[in-house]
């Protein structure tokens, strides 16, 4: 195989970035895959999640569990992507989701 010479770098640093890194099925249906790395000869697993309405109503709980009495900035961005989720616009809601929550945190920790 014979391989331009500014493609060998290339192809070197991808096969370092990909050693170790076995991907674990999951339940299905659970929004989440497993991805088991090696460091240090340890497995620490590390859950890479996907875009579903799993995950949407994931976040929606978290959120609620903060108490009914939320910011106004926050309860309209959880009321959007609640919206969005629902009507299948799965990334969207859960970026105005995400976003809900970071806006909580900040409100909270203050």
């Excluded at 990909?18 to 697993?45: E, N």
Aim: glycine residues 6%; positive net charge; aromatic residues 2%.
């Amino acid at each position: 195989m014979n391989l331009h010479p500014a493609m060998t770098p290339a192809v070197v640093v991808m096969s370092f970035c990909l050693c170790g890194a076995t991907p674990v099925p999951a339940a299905q249906d659970s929004g989440m895959v497993r991805v088991v790395t090696a460091r240090d000869g340890a497995d620490k697993p590390v859950i890479i999640t996907s875009d579903t309405k799993a995950y949407c109503n994931r976040l929606l709980n978290i959120i609620d569990a903060y108490g009914p009495a939320l910011p106004q900035d926050v309860d309209s961005l959880r009321m959007q992507g609640a919206d969005m989720c629902r009507e299948g616009r799965i990334r969207s809601g859960i970026v105005r989701l995400r976003r809900a929550l970071v806006e909580l945190k900040e409100t909270t920790h203050s």
